[in-house]
């Protein structure tokens, strides 16, 4: 296939820069951490200082332990500033643990760190104020470097700072008082081990095949001498005289060779004094157990890892020994006792120097990495890289405590009907999941007890189905956990005869596809189907790979419209191998070979399944597409011979989106009618996941650094309508990555972190040490319900120069264009401020007809509806308009305002119309109305239903007793509200309704109510549970004097569904309730009905009912009528005085069904 782009220009992509917030972009709402505190980290080092507190350093936080009976988490020192999340330490961990913290002990203790952007901070222990930082970096954080450590010289309060690549390193020598830089040196070759003599100004250099020796004498840091050994030295150990005469400095060798030894060097003189013969070599850390009087230094020989001793009283001979689970990281003295840590292990060593006794075993991964001891407490304290935590072990190396400080949970799956997010890490040593509530805001912790392979949510049972990989093992056992309690539920267990599960996956008719080893290293995959309604595997599909030495990783992609699904095995690791099954209706049909298949996105709309593949060492420099109606498979090959990264899809656009493995920011963009790219979209970062969102149709993606000098992450929103692009600053950076440079591939655990929820927003698992960042996803897309007219109002428009607080009209019919899918037919009605008619603007089959709604603005409501049989969505661009904007509404019945609703987070409407309830007769919504129920001298607002909000993009009609200017009140608190229609009663939706209040049967409450009219129903509404007042929207038709007959549905609970002739409708003038009917015609502004079988008051329905007060008078003379016919009548009205004088000529008045008002002046005879 020819690649190319089509001719699109570049003028299109021009995005002007709009304020996040009134331009309607996205933005962050919240930073959230698990399990729920502010405290996660993932900790790199731990200090002791004075015996009697205890730091950890890690990203962005420095934490304080308190020690003794009950350690935990005192203090949480920010270092955001200094120092962010470093990619390569989760997926590639330096397992030569740093020594990233100093310590100045004594009157004025100080603890020193080094920072990721390779600063030196000082901070008070006794307040833990940051007091003081170097100024610059000691070198460009940008730079790839490998390690930075930082030692404290007592003897001359500096301290000495080595950073190290793999081919060099660079020594930086600070005065610790005041931070300023005296000196520093380049070695030409990679520095393996340094150390500051504690009793004589010297230290050592081991680097190019010789230990070199340096003095600080006058300042200048002299050379001051050197001993060739041909060879260099990972670990160097400090032994103190004990029994013996003078300090001994012991080096082990780093690298292989016959005449590789252990060199002693007396400490006094920096003299060698003895050799020591090793088979072993790799060695990194040691320690020298004073009680024991023995030295101890780990290695790492290939395949051979162990730790070694050495008697320090004679130095005569090196027990070496091997250990076969994993390599060593640290090694540290405790009373009689060693502790060694591992990868996966954690161990000690008695006094006879073996042999090797476990403390507690771990998962792979796990980076046990450093130890420290507090001597006052008799406490050793572990950190454990990859499941954050602190271990702390008493002098008999027992553990009496584990310190929580962080959480892995770099992917997110989402439970929609609970609202819940399951925050986890994938076949690591955390074995937790996170369970957030997005309503409630709050976490649960859920211990599984095993690392997670495989997880997978079940909608109809509201459940998650987890299972660990159980490679030691014959069989698998997944997890029930329901989401409303997250408890386990183990009578829904799953158990199946076959090992090392890499996969699950539920689809909406709860078949369970799971995949499956055939036997423990087999080259056997199976693919089963297990019926979670009627428990049993239904399905059972093997599969053969190459090689047997590997398992297989599996993706799945479902389609719910065709019921299709796809699952996509490839090995772990191995060969270039791979194939895609596909199902229908959970029936195989076949699968195709496709090497290395990962992520999959279907195309309904041309039945195609576009395949990513994994494992960049194949050069995949493309795209695979499987054409099911021809059932071939064909490559598309990437602009640039790029290997693709992610792909997504998105409608209703027929887009596939690909980012590629390349430096620079581009997303290419397929258009799948003709599998053909067309212009490109370019973001500012490294594009490596991507999500696209169905609410507003929009892409996300994730970057997880820019192209900035800082390698910001950030996230980006892509609107294809509008082609803008907003990005999104996280606040999280990366200095230690080469600017620009992509990630590598393996850092495969930020791909696809993105959770979009149901009210629309994203949530991102930042860092893997428990920050969560929620975003509130931009909602500019105006979605049109079909069969009924929608209430509507555009708070987003183009405006003069992008200014918030100009309600700029823009072309109607232009506006509308943009809907998709476009209608045959669509109708609008407006209403312009201060005029009592409708304007209007039809289109159909093409023809547009406009009646005075040329223009559209921001501060209007309208009412529009299409002919299209499902959603209509109306995308909006430029800018919001302010949310303090100011609205003037104008008094009268026929002059009800039609107001746009802009406010970018729904509210209640009485809220939102606080400021107009001095002066409102009434306000109403689509589904909500605010009435006064009062009387006649003070209001009562009665909001139905009382929970009714009204939200962005939505239109209220407003009807006021003066003229007034007012702003939409803004709460802090947002709020939801989900309403429920009617099932049982269908009616025609017109564009406007009368509003019935009512109060259903509170002893025997119904499912739902209708409203008739000569037996046609005129309107609906559901009863919930608990509701004691209901809004009943009933579209009335013409004419006059047909009576209003409700029903009372209560479903399959009765037969004998109520049928209401008469009932109770309140009197707002007289304020009480009276029994009769209510008629067509009356012409009333709403209705409050009771079905409540109370006292009331009978009325005829014919004649008239009359108020006069006060009475006698001699000012104004106010005169209530009650008109109970359904006709208008003439009435004439006189006035006598007390004698029975008529005072003046009979007064003729117009009196309506229902309530008349009138006043007549007598101070001056006239009305």
Same mark, same amino acid.
């Given at each position: ?138 070198? @460009? ?169 050495i008697n320090a009283m004679d130095d005569d001979y090196c027990g070496e020994h091997d250990h076969n689970s994993g390599r060593f990281l640290d090694c540290v003295a405790l009373g ?72 892995? @949970? ?244 027929? @887009? ?157 019919? @232009? ?353």
């Amino acid at each position: 296939m020819a690649v190319g782009y089509t001719g699109i220009p570049d003028s299109l992509y021009v995005t002007p820069n709009y304020n996040p917030l009134i331009g309607g972009n996205e933005f962050i709402e919240n930073t959230i951490w698990a399990p729920g505190n502010v405290n996660g980290t993932v900790p790199y080092d731990i200090i002791g200082i004075d015996n009697n507190k205890l730091y950890v350093y890690g990203d962005r936080q420095i934490l304080q332990i308190d020690q003794g009976s009950s350690p935990q988490v005192i203090d949480q020192i920010d270092i955001s500033n200094y120092s962010n999340t470093s990619l390569s330490r989760f997926n590639r961990p330096n397992l030569n643990p740093e020594t990233r913290m100093a310590k100045k002990e004594g009157e004025s203790s100080m603890l020193y760190a080094v920072t990721e952007d390779l600063r030196i901070i000082a901070i008070n222990t006794a307040n833990n104020d940051i007091i003081i930082e170097t100024l610059y970096p000691a070198a @460009n954080p940008n730079d790839f470097w490998e390690s930075a450590n930082l030692k404290y010289d007592s003897r001359k309060d500096k301290l000495y700072l080595m950073i190290s690549t793999s081919a060099s390193s660079h020594l930086y020598i600070y005065d610790a008082q005041s931070l300023v830089l005296e000196h520093d040196k380049t070695f030409e070759s990679h520095v393996h081990a340094w150390f500051i003599n504690p009793n004589r100004d010297v230290f050592y250099i081991s680097s190019d095949n010789k230990l070199t020796f340096y003095s600080s004498i006058g300042m200048g840091y002299e050379w001051i001498g050197e001993t060739i050994y041909g060879y260099n030295f990972g670990a160097m150990v400090y032994a103190f005289p004990n029994g013996f005469s003078f300090p001994k400095i012991y080096c082990f060798p780093v690298e292989s060779g016959e005449n590789s030894h252990i060199k002693v060097l007396n400490a006094e003189t920096d003299e060698t004094y003895k050799s020591i013969d090793t088979d072993r070599h790799g060695y990194t850390r040691g320690t020298y157990n004073h009680v024991q009087n023995r030295v101890y230094a780990i290695y790492k020989s290939v395949n051979t890892p162990g730790y070694a001793t050495i008697n320090a009283m004679d130095d005569d001979y090196c027990g070496e020994h091997d250990h076969n689970s994993g390599r060593f990281l640290d090694c540290v003295a405790l009373g009689n006792k060693t502790i060694i840590t591992g990868e996966k292990n954690l161990y000690y060593v008695g006094v006879t120097g073996s042999p090797l006794n476990p403390i507690e075993y771990g998962k792979a991964f796990s980076h046990k990495n450093r130890v420290c001891i507090i001597e006052e407490y008799q406490q050793a304290f572990v950190t454990n890289l990859r499941d954050p935590e602190v271990i702390v072990l008493d002098v008999d190396c027992e553990i009496e405590e584990k310190i929580s400080i962080g959480a892995f @949970n770099t992917h997110g799956l989402y439970a929609s009907a609970s609202n819940n997010i399951y925050f986890y890490e994938l076949s690591t040593a955390s074995t937790k999941l996170y369970s957030y509530n997005t309503i409630q805001e709050e976490f649960t912790v859920i211990e599984l007890g095993f690392a997670v392979s495989a997880i997978t949510y079940s909608e109809l049972d509201d459940a998650i189905y987890v299972c660990g990989l159980n490679s030691s093992t014959s069989t698998t056992s997944i997890k029930k956990i329901d989401c409303a309690t997250n408890y386990f539920l183990p009578l829904d267990e799953i158990n199946i005869n076959y090992p090392e599960c890499s996969g699950l996956y539920c689809t909406p008719d709860n078949k369970l596809y799971i995949s499956v080893r055939h036997a423990l290293e087999s080259s056997i995959q199976h693919i089963l189907i297990y019926d979670l309604d009627n428990p049993g595997i239904v399905g059972d599909q093997p599969q053969g790979f190459y090689s047997s030495a590997y398992r297989a990783y599996t993706n799945f992609e479902f389609d719910p419209i065709s019921n299709k699904m796809f699952v996509a095995l490839r090995e772990f690791a191995g060969e270039d191998s791979g194939k895609v099954f596909c199902y229908t209706n959970n029936s195989y049909e076949r699968f195709y070979d496709v090497g290395s298949p990962a992520k999959m996105r279907y195309n309904p709309l041309e039945n195609k399944l576009y395949v990513l593949h994994a494992n960049f060492e194949y050069n995949k420099q493309y795209i695979s597409v499987i054409d099911l109606d021809e059932e071939t498979v064909s490559k598309i090959y990437l602009p640039g011979n790029d290997d693709a990264v992610d792909i997504e899809f998105g409608l209703p656009f027929n @887009n596939l989106y690909v980012t590629k493995h390349n430096n620079y920011s581009t997303i290419e963009v397929l258009n799948c009618s003709n599998d053909e790219f067309v212009h490109p979209k370019n973001v500012d970062g490294v594009a490596h996941s991507l999500q696209f969102n169905s609410t507003n149709n929009k892409l996300y993606v994730f970057t997880p650094w820019d192209f900035a000098d800082n390698n910001q992450m950030k996230i980006s929103s892509i609107n294809f309508n509008t082609n803008e692009v907003n990005e999104i600053e996280l606040g999280i950076y990366h200095p230690n990555h080469p600017s620009g440079a992509f990630p590598p591939y393996e850092y495969y655990t930020f791909k696809n972190s993105m959770v979009i929820t149901n009210n629309n927003n994203l949530y991102l698992p930042t860092s893997q040490h428990s920050n969560i960042i929620k975003i509130k996803c931009e909602d500019d897309v105006i979605d049109l319900w079909p069969n009924r007219f929608n209430w509507v109002s555009y708070p987003r428009l183009q405006r003069p120069s992008n200014d918030p607080d100009v309600d700029a009209p823009v072309n109607t019919e @232009n506006f509308l264009s943009n809907m998709y899918p476009f209608p045959n037919r669509l109708d609008q009605y407006g209403k312009n401020p201060n005029e009592t008619g409708l304007v209007d603007v039809h289109y159909f089959e093409g023809d547009w007809e406009n009646n005075d709604l040329d223009e559209t603005f921001s501060t209007r409501g309208y009412k529009i509806q299409t002919t299209n049989s499902g959603i209509t969505y109306i995308p909006m661009t430029g800018t919001r308009l302010a949310p303090d904007f100011e609205i003037t509404l104008y008094p009268g019945r026929e002059k009800e305002n039609w107001v746009g609703y802009f406010v970018p987070y729904p509210q209640s409407p009485l809220e939102a119309l606080s400021d107009v309830l001095p002066d409102m007769v009434m306000a109403r919504g689509y589904d909500w109305t605010i009435t006064d129920i009062g009387g006649s001298i003070e209001p009562v607002w009665q909001l139905t239903p009382e929970d009714a909000v009204i939200k962005y993009g939505e239109m209220a009609i407003i009807e006021t007793s003066v003229q007034k200017t007012f702003k939409l009140f803004r709460s802090k608190q947002e709020i939801e509200k989900q309403t429920n229609n009617p099932e049982k009663f269908q009616y025609e939706k017109k564009t406007d309704y009368t509003t019935f209040l009512i109060e259903p049967d509170t002893a025997n409450p119904p499912l739902e109510i209708g409203a008739f009219v000569n037996d046609s129903c005129v309107g609906a509404c559901v009863v919930e549970t608990g509701d004691s007042l209901v809004l009943l929207r009933g579209y009335m038709p013409a004419g006059e004097g047909d009576s209003v007959v409700f029903e009372s549905y209560y479903g399959a609970r009765s037969t004998n569904n109520q049928r209401l002739d008469d009932y109770y409708v309140f009197n707002k003038e007289k304020n009480r309730k009276e029994r009769r009917a209510i008629k067509t015609g009356e012409n009333k502004r709403f209705y409050l009905v009771s079905f409540n079988k109370r006292e009331g008051q009978e009325i005829a329905q014919e004649g008239f009912a009359i108020h006069v007060y006060p009475n006698p008078t001699t000012g104004i003379l106010n005169i209530e009528l009650e008109n109970l016919s359904v006709s208008k009548y003439a009435v004439h009205i006189s006035v006598f005085d007390q004698f029975g004088r008529r005072l003046f000529e009979t007064v003729e008045k117009n009196a309506f069904p229902g309530t008349n008002f009138f006043q007549i002046d007598l101070s001056d005879e006239t009305d």
